[in-house]
């Protein structure tokens, strides 16, 4: 995605966010006209010098938000910039969002992530790099081999901080945080706020602005949404109806990389070009992979969770749901890969009928009822009729708050399992 650019209905510019006039120049050869609200809130303060905590749901241009006041700042004063990161592929994405608008400031970045070359890193590392983006277990590796030296690193970044922590990197995070100077701006941005973040800013920032643009869940105010519950054994056919009607580029999630590879084999012997991206995969693998999809030369990108927040690529027509998320705050994560910057886009689910609560732990999150349909080429006992109560927070409006646009199947009703 392009960072920053956006259809959001607003008559906001980056005017009056302290930016400089060299960095205007900047955005505005990348036709970056409008600030996201995340954008528009944390642009200034972090440019202050503050510490800040941001929590915005994915696509809303996060990484511009404290890539522009990272290189502003660098570039007046000595010293580093760290980024910690989750995933592989989203320092490579946040690394592209750098590029873009450092290099009229002198200011250089690179990356520090596992299943690259060690040798290559440390080469980089040599450059002394203003901005070094990292995951924290590679990055870990490096001070041990004493090749980075981080005395200097005056602006932390975590960014998507709540994942990091899922995927068990808070005692790497801390003892990163141990070994950097005291007087330095850390920001942390995430897409929601478990207490164990809270604990994180109360630690390690000095009396941080709280910046949240939507609740936990909050989903993109284009996407439509639709459930199929479909038999365990239908959903390979109920995949291929639904790749047949659609024609845009299409991003597929499993649980496991085990069903990420046989999914990929699948939509590869319907006749569709496919790639997977998973923890299997090497690096130079799912960087070709990802490549592909954005580039086109792959119709559908299959992912598990681990690779969701580093697919960042604008204009992806639908996502589905092959399997539905062990944890339900990874619905809204994946299903934000589409409907991107205020363009409109479509999730379809597939949940089997003994996955009701994982259905209902969905809906509580985005509180609203997932419109349920059936489609119309495939036999009708391909699904259940569910007899169904949503768990819907009071007061949303149910079944069809989102439900708008197209429609492959009969139209979404609601039901009691």
Same mark, same amino acid.
């Given at each position: 995605m392009s960072e920053g650019h956006n259809d959001f209905q607003s008559e906001t510019t980056f005017d009056g966010l302290g930016?400089?006039?060299?960095?205007?120049?900047? /955005?505005?050869? @990348?036709?970056?006209?409008?600030? $996201? &609200?995340? *954008?528009?809130?944390? =642009?200034?303060?972090?440019?202050?010098?503050? !510490?800040?905590?941001?929590?915005?749901?994915?696509?809303?241009?996060?990484?511009?938000?404290?890539?522009? &006041?990272m290189v502003q700042r660098l570039s007046q004063q000595k010293g580093k910039g760290l980024v910690l990161v989750p995933t592989r592929e989203l320092a490579l994405q946040v690394d592209e969002t750098f590029r873009k608008i450092e290099q009229p400031f002198g200011i250089r970045s690179t990356v520090v992530i596992g299943g690259a070359s060690?040798?290559?890193?440390? *080469?980089?590392?040599?450059?002394?790099? *203003?901005?070094?983006?990292?995951?924290?277990?590679?990055?870990?590796?490096? =001070?041990?081999?004493?090749?980075? +030296?981080?005395?200097?690193?005056?602006?932390?970044? @975590?960014?998507?901080? !709540?994942?990091? /922590? !899922? +995927?068990?990197?808070?005692?790497?995070i801390e003892q990163i945080i141990k070994i950097l100077s005291k007087e330095r701006q850390t920001m942390l941005f995430s897409a929601t706020m478990p207490q164990a973040i809270s604990q994180i800013a109360a630690s390690y920032m000095r009396l941080p602005i709280h910046v949240e643009i939507a609740p936990s869940g909050t989903l993109v105010e284009k996407l439509t949404q639709e459930l199929f519950i479909v038999k365990r054994e239908m959903k390979e056919?109920?995949?291929?109806?639904?790749? !047949?009607?659609?024609?845009?580029?299409?991003?597929?999630?499993?649980? $496991?990389?085990?069903?990420?590879?046989?999914?990929t084999r699948a939509i590869r012997a319907m006749g569709h070009q496919a790639a997977e991206i998973h923890s299997d995969r090497s690096l130079r693998e799912r960087k070709e992979a990802l490549q592909g999809f954005k580039t086109g030369r792959h119709r559908v990108l299959v992912a598990t969770d681990i690779a969701a927040r580093g697919i960042d690529v604008m204009g992806?027509?639908?996502? =589905?749901?092959?399997?539905?998320?062990?944890?339900? %705050?990874?619905?809204?994560?994946?299903?934000?890969?589409?409907?991107?910057?205020?363009?409109?886009?479509?999730?379809?689910?597939?949940?089997? &009928?003994?996955?009701?609560?994982?259905?209902?732990?969905? %809906?509580?999150? =985005?509180?609203?009822?997932?419109?349920?349909?059936?489609?119309?080429?495939?036999? $009708?006992?391909s699904f259940v009729k569910p007899m169904r109560q949503s768990f819907a927070a009071p007061g949303s409006r149910l079944g069809t708050s989102r439900s708008r646009g197209r429609r492959l199947g009969s139209l979404p009703r609601r039901a009691r399992w």
């Open positions: 930016i400089a006039p060299q960095m205007f120049g900047i /955005l505005d050869r @990348l036709k970056f006209k409008t600030p $996201t &609200p995340i *954008q528009q809130k944390a =642009i200034l303060p972090a440019i202050e010098g503050k !510490d800040l905590v941001g929590i915005a749901q994915t696509g809303t241009g996060k990484t511009l938000a404290f890539a522009i &006041p060690m040798h290559e890193q440390k *080469q980089a590392l040599r450059k002394n790099p *203003q901005v070094i983006i990292a995951t924290p277990g590679r990055l870990i590796d490096h =001070i041990n081999q004493k090749t980075v +030296m981080l005395f200097d690193a005056k602006i932390l970044v @975590l960014d998507e901080a !709540d994942r990091m /922590l !899922d +995927m068990g990197f808070l005692p790497q056919e109920l995949l291929r109806k639904i790749l !047949d009607q659609y024609r845009g580029s299409v991003l597929v999630f499993t649980r $496991t990389k085990i069903g990420a590879h046989r999914v992806i027509e639908l996502v =589905i749901n092959y399997d539905l998320p062990e944890e339900a %705050e990874n619905y809204a994560h994946r299903v934000g890969r589409t409907g991107r910057a205020g363009h409109k886009g479509h999730a379809i689910s597939f949940a089997t &009928p003994d996955q009701k609560s994982d259905v209902r732990s969905i %809906e509580c999150l =985005i509180r609203m009822a997932l419109p349920i349909s059936e489609h119309p080429e495939m036999p $009708t006992e």
